[in-house]
Structure formats: structure tokens, C-alpha cells
């Protein structure tokens, strides 16, 4: 089992991107995403459940909205408002309770004027 992920690229700061990340053959419980600027460690950024429910930590909250498509074991991620404190390598994660799951290779998103 894989995870494909896509969408990242460069936009201005106030733009828009849209990430998507797809499991080849297995629908994970828990799908999210993770960031990691340079020089810092990896960090939470939302979190969507097989029935829909969604976290998302503080400093996306409002701007960020993560979604997903069973038929399609796909996770998605709508990046608006974007600050250069966006910048970074989103990583996708599949996981089932209580297991470490699986990572997506990453893609980059600058956000620079």
C-alpha cells in the first residue's frame, strides 16, 4: 500500500492550493496531513476520520479545511489564505488506531511574494 500525494507549488501569500493524497487499495481509518518547514521538526496539521469528523491544529484553523472520499481512498486539503509560515513539505499519513500507518512521500509548498 501506497500514498500518492500532489498539488504542491508556489502561490503568493493570501493564495490558494489544494493538496490531494490517494491510498493505492486500502481505506485507512484516519487520514491526515503533516508540515515540516526547514530546520523544524514535523508537525501535526489536520486529521480527518473514516466517518468525516476533522481537527485541525490552531495556527491552520479557519483556513485550512481537509476533507476525504472513501470511494476513491483519497484525502484532500484546501490551503487558503496562505503565509509565508505555511511554507514547507506536506506529508500525508494513513493510520489505523493505535498504529504508526503509512507515509506519502511529501510536496512542497512555498508561499512567497
Known amino acids: 500500500v501506497q500514498l500518492v500525494e500532489s498539488g504542491g507549488g508556489m502561490v503568493q501569500p493570501g493564495g490558494s492550493l489544494r493538496l490531494s493524497c490517494t491510498s493505492s487499495?486500502?481505506?485507512?481509518?484516519?487520514m491526515g496531513w503533516y508540515r515540516q518547514a526547514a530546520g523544524n521538526q514535523r508537525e501535526w496539521v489536520a486529521t480527518v476520520g473514516r466517518a468525516g469528523s476533522t481537527a485541525y491544529a490552531d495556527s491552520v484553523k479557519g483556513r485550512f479545511i481537509v476533507s476525504r472520499d472513501n470511494t476513491k481512498n483519497t484525502v484532500n486539503l484546501q490551503m487558503n489564505n496562505l503565509k509565508p509560515a505555511d511554507t514547507g513539505v506536506y506529508y500525508c499519513r494513513a493510520w489505523e488506531p493505535r498504529e504508526n500507518g503509512i507515509w506519502g512521500q511529501g510536496t512542497k509548498v512555498t508561499v512567497s511574494s
Open positions: 487499495g486500502r481505506n485507512f481509518y484516519n
